[in-house]
């Protein structure tokens, strides 16, 4: 089974920058990626972005194109996902998930979820 551990979420103020990870370990992980989706307070939850592991493609939210970054260790199977210029419209609760599939546009969730990691921004 795969297991998801994310880190990095914090508290800033609006025009800060905050990179979270979500690391997987388990046996057997032969997952094509990892996509990250977020939960604000009364709000459902939203794809942010998605890489995948071999080709390293990316794929963005249009809310956070531009100011979000993926990369990606394949070493350590983790990913990275570098947060610029961050507003109080990005609070939320960010979680990475994988197992899923993309089909070069959508990036479908899979079975396995992080436990998310809080980002708050204060202006």
């Known amino acids: 089974q795969v297991r998801l551990v994310e880190s990095g979420g914090g508290s800033v103020q609006a025009g800060e920058s905050l990179r979270i990870s979500c690391g997987a370990s388990g046996r057997h992980f032969r997952t094509i990626g990892m996509g990250w989706f977020r939960q604000a307070p009364g709000k459902e939850r939203e794809f942010v972005a998605y890489?995948?592991?071999?080709?390293?493609?990316?794929d963005y939210a249009d809310a956070v194109k531009g100011r979000f970054t993926l990369s990606r260790d394949n070493a350590e199977n983790t990913v990275y996902l570098q947060m610029n210029d961050l507003q109080p419209e990005d609070t939320a609760i960010y979680y990475c998930?994988?197992?899923?599939?993309?089909?070069?546009?959508?990036?479908?969730?899979?079975?396995?979820w992080g436990q998310g990691t809080q980002v708050t921004v204060s202006s």
């Open positions: 890489i995948g592991w071999i080709g390293g493609y990316s």
């Open positions: 998930n994988t197992g899923g599939a993309y089909n070069g546009r959508q990036y479908t969730p899979g079975q396995y």
